[in-house]
């Protein structure tokens, strides 16, 4: 500090200022300080630095406020008046322009420079704190923010001297350990760790010593009241110059709450893992992008990969291989997961098949269900779940293909019961197989076609042909073809030789072929293509008839449409077969009707004049005693008996061919039944004789009606005889009574062999019988003929028979003749 003395000792000063002189100037230019002097109100005498527009010498003279910021004049000026008031030195803030132009601030020491014992002047030292205010201002921000976050978080600071072993703890790791007071030293706090954890901490922390490195502790403590609490230590070593390790320094902070979460977590967490593990179902997890994150084992046995496998696939990755039930591919950005993602919504029961790596077909339904994380908007996983119906996928198939089987054999039975009741339904099969050829068309085949051999065992112009296309168009030119183009070397035509099913199958390129036997050039040919023919020989006994052709456009016939064709072929052989046969029958049946026409009329012929001559020398013989010898007579006899049973046969011979050509003929005429009846029974008196049954004849004594006299007498005599044929020598019961609705029965009752109830029916046929021809003679059409005789006057022929007891006969006739009687 300069004084100003007398005056030798200032020019010894000024000597001594003027050697030193740059010494000073030098300094007071390089310090960073500014120093300044100035008068008392502020006029500077002397600056080693001024503002950076200015030098420093144009600065003396002019204010000192001139450097000062103008909120800071007022402290400046106070503290100038303090120091000269006092003549101590003084110390004020302000905020001046020195340094970089900028405003800065500057602590400035001010001190007296006396003069005559008053201060005449005033020393100005000014330093930039500038950069200190800024340093203090962010440890303090610093030292707040710990403060607020040493509260916020509960956390508890504590360090421990490596040295004195000494513990201090803080506020907030007394409130943790609850306790109020800290334990002495290391040893001490160690008690109140948990004693399971104990030796974890000490370990942990001669660790930390030895490395310099505190690696974080979590342990439990117990509190003095009993509590237990989790808490974290973390921490530093601090170490001295020498490098050792001097003192650990850290926080502890309450970790409970986290710890009892994390249990609760890990222990609902192990649950969930242990359930979703267990679950039969497939789970997959995947991210926000369709990433797989996690998936449980039941997903990696259905899709056939590991966890490691799936994990980072997408729905999108073509090795899945997906494809929907119809065999369709199934496109990831379609996938149930895709399409939860994209748009929010669960899906269900989705089907699915994948591919497993093998190559092998799974099928899976899927489920699947979004996770919303993070807000409402957008799902931030998805859940999916899936499991195998690749069984119930095998089964479903597996009904279906036998339900198809099935509709497929029914519509098969179907056809062939159409068919063969179509082909039933008329005699005339080849207009019959016009109808069944259409139906076939197109349920069984795009082409129907049945040709049959002339009768000369050819295809020849005029054979027949039905033919149904889906095509109708192709009908007609096709039989006219047909019927103009035969050849011995049409394939056809060797079908039929060869007596074999031939099967014509598509080729593999698809292209159809022309139906075999097609001449080219024909115009048919291009339009009658089929992808598969079938070419089936109808035969019957060995014979051929023809063939049955089927053909298809699109499909390729299978064994089952073969077997269906083979029996179509074979019904329709058994229709054509069936009709001939009756043709057959009808016509014998017809030949032979002629000739028992002819035969009885033939031999009715010659037989009457010789009844008249027999009958004419059996009455000779009784009157002339010459020839009535006991020899002759008998004789005689015995050839008219014989003669009139040939006539009868005769005569019933001539009534089946009448009966069958619809020529029975009535002679109707007004007459009493009862006289009529007698007399005829009395005919077969020696009949009965011989038969040795004895008759009763039981009548009203007056019965009129208007009946044919000879087909009366024709019915008592027929049922009589065969009363007394098959009677046993019994009793014969003739009754004749008239009936209610002005009818009459005539009933014939024996006692004889009787008739089994199923032959009861059939001995009203011609030609049907039953007994033996051995034991008993016959045509078997006596009842035949009586039946048509009795109806044909309008009335009825029952019969009640027991075997071995005996049979009733009875005939109901109207008494006025059939109801529309002409004759
Ligand atoms: P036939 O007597 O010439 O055989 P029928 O038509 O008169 O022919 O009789 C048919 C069949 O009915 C006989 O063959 C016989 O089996 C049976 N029948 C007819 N009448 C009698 C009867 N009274 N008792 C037992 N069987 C009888």
Not at 143 to 153: G, H, N, P, Y
Not at 525 to 544: F, K, Q
Not at 668 to 681: H, I
């Amino acid at each position: 500090m300069l004084s100003f003395g007398s005056a030798g000792q200032r020019s010894e000063l000024f000597d001594e200022l003027e050697r030193v002189g740059p010494f000073l100037f030098s300094l007071l230019e390089n310090i960073p300080d500014i120093v300044c002097m100035i008068s008392g109100d502020g006029v500077v005498h002397f600056v080693n630095r001024a503002r950076p527009d200015r030098a420093p010498l144009e600065m003396v003279g002019e204010s000192i406020y001139e450097y000062l910021a103008p909120e800071s004049h007022e402290a400046a000026r106070a503290c100038f008046a303090r120091v000269v008031e006092t003549g101590s030195p003084g110390l004020f803030e302000a905020a001046g322009f020195c340094g970089q132009g900028e405003a800065a601030r500057f602590e400035t020491r001010v001190g007296p420079v006396e003069h005559g014992g008053r201060v005449a002047a005033l020393t100005l030292i000014a330093s930039d704190i500038t950069q200190r205010i800024e340093m203090d201002r962010r440890l303090r921000d610093s030292r707040d923010a710990l403060e607020f976050a040493i509260a916020a978080t509960g956390l508890g600071l504590w360090h421990v001297d490596v040295e004195t072993r000494e513990l201090v703890w803080d506020e907030g790791t007394l409130r943790i350990y609850g306790r109020t007071v800290a334990p002495r030293d290391y040893r001490a706090g160690i008690e109140a760790v948990h004693p399971d954890d104990r030796a974890v901490v000490d370990a942990g922390v001669r660790e930390s010593l030895s490395t310099g490195t505190f690696a974080d502790l979590e342990y439990r403590i117990i509190r003095p009241d009993g509590g237990l609490v989790w808490v974290l230590a973390r921490g530093k070593a601090i170490r001295d110059a020498s490098g050792r390790v001097m003192r650990l320094l850290g926080g502890v902070i309450d970790i409970t709450a986290r710890k009892r979460i994390e249990e609760a977590l890990q222990s609902s967490e192990a649950r969930y893992r242990t359930s979703i593990a267990a679950l039969e179902e497939g789970i997959v997890l995947q991210d926000a992008e369709g990433t797989i994150h996690t998936c449980n084992a039941s997903a990696e046995r259905l899709l056939g990969l590991t966890q490691a496998q799936m994990c980072g696939r997408t729905s999108l990755d073509p090795r899945w291989r997906s494809v929907h039930e119809d065999g369709s591919p199934f496109p990831g950005d379609t996938h149930p997961a895709s399409v939860t993602l994209s748009t929010g919504e669960p899906q269900s029961g989705v089907i699915m098949g994948v591919h497993k790596p093998g190559g092998e077909l799974t099928w899976i339904s899927i489920n699947s269900r979004p996770l919303f994380l993070s807000g409402p908007t957008a799902p931030s996983a998805v859940v999916t779940s899936f499991f195998d119906i690749t069984e119930r996928k095998r089964a479903e198939a597996e009904n279906a293909r036998l339900l198809a089987e099935e509709r497929a054999a029914r519509s098969r039975a179907d056809l062939l019961a159409e068919t063969s009741k179509l082909l039933a339904s008329s005699l005339d099969v080849v207009s019959a197989l016009e109808e069944v050829v259409h139906r076939w068309v197109t349920s069984a085949a795009d082409l129907a076609l049945v040709e049959l051999l002339d009768e000369w065992g050819e295809f020849g112009p005029a054979h027949a042909i039905a033919i149904a296309a889906d095509d109708a168009t192709i009908e007609a030119p096709y039989l006219e073809l047909r019927r103009r183009a035969q050849s011995e070397h049409c394939p056809l035509t060797e079908v039929v030789r060869e007596a074999a099913v031939r099967l014509v199958a598509g080729r593999g390129d698809g292209v159809a072929d022309p139906l075999p036997g097609l001449p080219a050039g024909e115009g048919l040919a291009e339009r009658m293509r089929y992808r598969s023919t079938v070419m089936i020989p109808l035969t019957a006994r060995a014979e051929p008839l023809g063939l049955l052709v089927l053909a298809a456009r699109t499909r390729t016939f299978g064994p089952d449409d073969l077997a269906l064709g083979e029996e179509l072929g074979l019904r329709i052989a058994q229709a054509l077969d069936v009709a001939r046969l009756y043709g057959e029958m009808q016509t014998s049946l017809q030949k032979r009707d002629e000739f028992i026409a002819v035969a009885s009329h033939e031999l009715r012929t010659p037989l009457t004049p010789v009844v008249l001559q027999l009958g004419r020398l059996v009455q000779q013989t009784r009157r002339s005693d010459a020839l009535a010898s006991a020899e002759v007579e008998p004789k005689l006899e015995r050839m008219q008996r014989q003669i009139d049973r040939m006539q009868r046969l005769i005569e019933e011979l001539l009534d089946v061919s009448q009966i069958t050509r619809g020529h029975l003929h009535l002679e109707l005429e007004d007459l009493d039944l009862v006289p009529l009846v007698r007399e005829t029974v009395d005919g077969f008196a020696d009949n009965l004789a011989r038969a040795g049954c004895r008759l009763h004849l039981e009548m009203p004594p007056e019965l009129r009606g208007r009946w044919d006299r000879t087909r009366i007498e024709q019915i008592i005599g027929n049922l009589l005889c065969n009363a007394m044929k098959y009677g046993a020598a019994q009793p014969i019961d003739v009754i004749v009574r008239e009936e209610e609705d002005d009818r009459v029965s005539l009933s014939v009752a024996d006692r004889g062999i009787g008739i089994s109830l199923q032959d009861q029916a059939r001995v009203f046929q011609r030609f049907e019988r039953a007994v033996s021809e051995r034991h008993y003679g016959g045509f078997g059409l006596g009842l035949w003929i009586t039946r048509h005789v009795v109806e044909a006057m309008g009335g009825t022929i029952s019969l009640t028979s027991t075997p071995g007891v005996g049979s009733t006969f009875c005939a109901c006739i109207p008494r006025h003749g059939p109801p529309a009687a002409t004759t």
